[in-house]
């Protein structure tokens, strides 16, 4: 053989060799670690250098070196699931590292896990391999969770002081907090983190200012931009001293004030129909209602009592023993897992199209004092027809509420009440009220709640109704103590009331 045709065939011969075994070898590279919100999207980019196709290769993803339940396996151009972890299921598939990847067949292994949780923190490992060749790298994933705005909160002391607090839940990892006058940075008396059972964390802070105070509380996860909470404080105390001239000034504009205000109190009174939906007054709000509010409208309320017995609907989540309430879950427990919702609720007859109406619902069993005050409930009205949940799909129970209009309260945030379970947020001025009165003006399109043994307002609520409105009554999940409906022992306007209690 010609000696230059055998040197042409060994150049080719090594060539192609080269060529085989440099697209045999391959490093897996990683772009370093990830941080992202729970509930959103990660993109976790893992490829091949130098750059070849990976569709015939086997790529698996682990996280904590579980090398035996791959999060996501991927062999025979398939991805298999046989082993993945159920809490992965349905949320992991192939990403692209960038909007221009093509995926597998240019070795972009990226993986895509969606509604990301607390959970799937941790180091991830990308292992690729084929016939001949095997790599791995590894990374860190860091979930972070922004959580609920700050809640403010004002105690008046002694010598002119006030004591503001500030609150805030729901956080991962731990949130820093600052407290502000809107010139300077505050000092607080007091920074407490305390986490959850579900790892969440929680940071309570308080600090005592003068008597006139406008205050930021900030609160947010580092590198973030922060939730703002304000709360400006003005008390009685903090008017000029007694004698100077801008004393005198002083209290002949407040004696204007106050006259302006009882004029617009008596024009609100009238015509507090008009107001629109979404206004609202608390305790801890002091706004135009709470002004006019004396403390024995609870007295002029109750000359509307009406006597309200539980609606029998045939629900076998609830059990009901004349007019008292509490939960009763299935053999399987309840369908819509532990949180409060719809499931459990029941109406109470009659229904109302005018006029005012007023009843109680009693928290805890008198007597029996080592029985603890109720910590879960739903408490209102409704206009929905019918809470049968027979042949309901069960998603529905968790998020329409739709016609529903109460206050709620649960064991997770004691001392703190809500309108329609998860919207605005009340604190309440002492303990966990044991007797809850429910006072609806239809016309004047008004729902007002109180605390009875205190007398107090809890918060107020203008709502425009349309057609017939029923009480509505909800005894939580996995709470002992049972609601009772308390009755009138008169059919006139009395208010004497009985309030005995009944076992469950």
Not at 168 to 177: A, D, I, M, N, V
Not at 290 to 315: D, F, R, T
Not at 372 to 395: A, E, F, M, R, Y
Not at 410 to 428: M, Q, Y
Request: aromatic content about 10%.
């Amino acid at each position: 053989m010609d000696s230059r045709l055998l040197v042409f065939w060994l150049e080719v011969f090594l060539c192609v060799w080269l060529s085989e075994a440099a697209s045999e070898n391959f490093v897996v590279s990683v772009s370093g670690n990830v941080s992202v919100h729970t509930k959103h999207t990660a993109i976790l980019p893992c490829w091949l250098s130098p750059q070849q196709s990976a569709e015939d290769m086997e790529v698996n993803w682990f996280i904590h070196n579980q090398f035996d339940a791959p999060v996501m396996s991927y062999k025979d151009k398939t991805i298999n699931s046989a082993s993945q972890p159920a809490s992965y299921s349905g949320r992991v598939s192939f990403g692209q590292r960038e909007a221009s990847s093509g995926g597998l067949r240019e070795g972009d292994a990226t993986l895509k896990l969606v509604n990301v949780t607390l959970a799937d923190a941790g180091d991830y490992t990308c292992y690729v391999s084929s016939d001949k060749h095997h790599d791995r790298a590894s990374f860190s994933v860091f979930v972070r969770q922004t959580g609920e705005p700050p809640l403010l909160t004002a105690v008046v002391k002694e010598d002119d002081k006030v004591n503001v607090s500030c609150e805030s839940e729901g956080w991962y990892p731990e949130p820093q907090l600052r407290w502000s006058d809107g010139s300077r940075t505050l000092t607080p008396r007091a920074l407490e983190h305390s986490k959850a059972s579900s790892g969440l964390v929680s940071v309570h802070s308080w600090l005592i200012v003068p008597s006139s105070s406008a205050l930021s509380c900030l609160v947010g996860l580092p590198g973030e931009e922060a939730i703002q909470g304000r709360i400006r404080v003005e008390t009685p105390n903090s008017q000029p001293k007694e004698g100077s001239v801008s004393s005198n000034v002083g209290w002949v504009l407040f004696a204007i004030a106050a006259v302006a205000l009882v004029a617009l109190g008596l024009l609100f009174l009238r015509y507090r129909g008009k107001c629109t939906d979404s206004k609202h007054f608390s305790a801890e709000d002091p706004g135009e209602l709470e002004k006019l509010l004396p403390m024995n409208l609870v007295s002029e309320a109750k000359k509307h009592y009406v006597n309200i017995e539980l609606e029998e609907n045939g629900n076998e989540y609830i059990k009901m023993k004349g007019n008292m309430l509490r939960d009763s879950p299935g053999s399987e427990g309840f369908p819509d897992g532990d949180r409060v919702t719809r499931l459990t609720a029941v109406r109470g007859t009659y229904g109302f199209t005018s006029g005012k109406h007023y009843w109680e619902v009693s928290l805890f069993i008198n007597g029996k004092t080592e029985v603890p005050t109720k910590k879960s409930w739903w408490i209102g009205v409704t206009s929905q027809k019918t809470l049968n949940v027979c042949g309901i799909d069960q998603k529905t129970l968790n998020v329409d509420l739709s016609g529903f209009w109460f206050l709620s309260s649960s064991p997770e945030e004691i001392g703190v009440v809500r309108f329609n379970a998860n919207t605005d947020r009340f604190k309440l001025s002492s303990d966990q009220p044991k007797t809850i009165g429910v006072f609806l003006d239809y016309e004047d399109e008004t729902l007002t709640f109180y605390d009875v043994e205190k007398e107090s307002l809890i918060c107020s609520f203008c709502i425009r109704f349309s057609g017939e409105v029923y009480p509505l009554f909800n005894p939580g999940k996995g709470d002992v103590t049972p609601m009772t409906i308390i009755h009138n022992k008169h059919t006139d306007e009395s208010t004497t009331v009985d309030e005995t209690g009944a076992n469950g």
